[in-house]
Nanobody
Framework: QVQLVESGGGLVQAGGSLRLSCAASGRTFGNDAMGWFRQAPGKEREFVAA????????YYTDSVKGRFTISRDNAKNTVYLQMNSLKPEDAAVYYC????????????????????WGQGTQVTVSS
């Protein structure tokens, strides 16, 4: 079973940047496709970005394309989400998810595709 711990959230002004990290332990990180989701108060958890186990394939929801970058360092068992040009509507609790896969190229965008979740990290964007 994999354990995921997110960090890096905080308060930032609109237009600012944050880098979230998700550290994994408990199984071979390089066998997992990873994703970032977010949940704002009163809303459902939504997909933000995904990355394949090799790191070669990434995918983003339209609202963050060009502003957010997902990456991973398999040697450090960590996936990152670099968030630039933050907007008030990006404010949410951000969660990372993991799913064991055999394909080096597959990534996943649906909530139910992921089997393991972290506890989340709060991102607040002031206008």
């Amino acid at each position: 079973q994999v354990q995921l711990v997110e960090s890096g959230g905080g308060l930032v002004q609109a237009g600012g940047s944050l880098r979230l990290s998700c550290a994994a332990s408990g199984r071979t990180f390089g066998n997992d496709a990873m994703g970032w989701f977010r949940q704002a108060p009163g809303k459902e958890r939504e997909f933000v970005a995904a990355i394949s186990r090799s790191g070669g394939n990434t995918y983003y929801t339209d609202s963050v394309k060009g502003r957010f970058t997902i990456s991973r360092d398999n040697a450090k068992n960590t996936v990152y989400l670099q968030m630039n040009s933050l907007k008030p509507e990006d404010a949410a609790v951000y969660y990372c998810g993991a799913r064991s896969v055999t394909s080096s190229y597959a990534y996943f965008t649906r909530l139910n595709d992921y089997t393991n979740w972290g506890q989340g990290t709060q991102v607040t964007v002031s206008s």
